[in-house]
């Protein structure tokens, strides 16, 4: 069974009403409030965020949500720092599906979802954190958490280099 929102939006004098599939009366939505509020199409301009649906789109062949938890499946040859990259983004995007409560990992969380060892995940954390693609946060432990420049560097590298 498809899924199916209405939405009304009353601006200024103007009410519109949007009905059919989530992704696209989002996308109608978005139109219609940035021709009617030219700011939010310049602000738009200069603001990185990214939403699920986005994520799904980006990651979608690589991240999946099993009964086990977020993962990674891929048949595609990765570097050791995107499989990581994308573990993290897996999580991110199972907590704002609500399927997991924290979108952090520790690094033995890491090892023991992507296999690698744990000299590699040290270093791979390194120089990920030094490249702000992810965040070292101090919860419970040392835990590591993708950032949006992170999410914007994975997005721009796999399709550069992997496609």
Known sequence: MDEYVDAIITY???RVEFKGKPETVL???YRFLTK?????DLASKIS?????PEMINIFGDYVKITPEGPTVIT???ISDRYL???????YRMAKLLGKVERDNLSSQDIQRLTNLK????SSRL???TKIRCIEKINENGIKYKITTYGIHWLASELKEKVS
């Open 12 to 14: 200024k004098d103007t």
């Open 27 to 29: 996308e109608s939505i």
């Open 36 to 40: 009617e509020i030219p700011n939010l």
């Open 48 to 52: 990185l965020d990214y939403t699920l």
């Open 75 to 77: 048949d595609k040859k």
């Open 84 to 90: 990581i990259a994308l573990q993290l983004i897996a």
């Open 118 to 121: 744990p000299k590699t995940i």
């Open 126 to 128: 390194s120089d990920l």
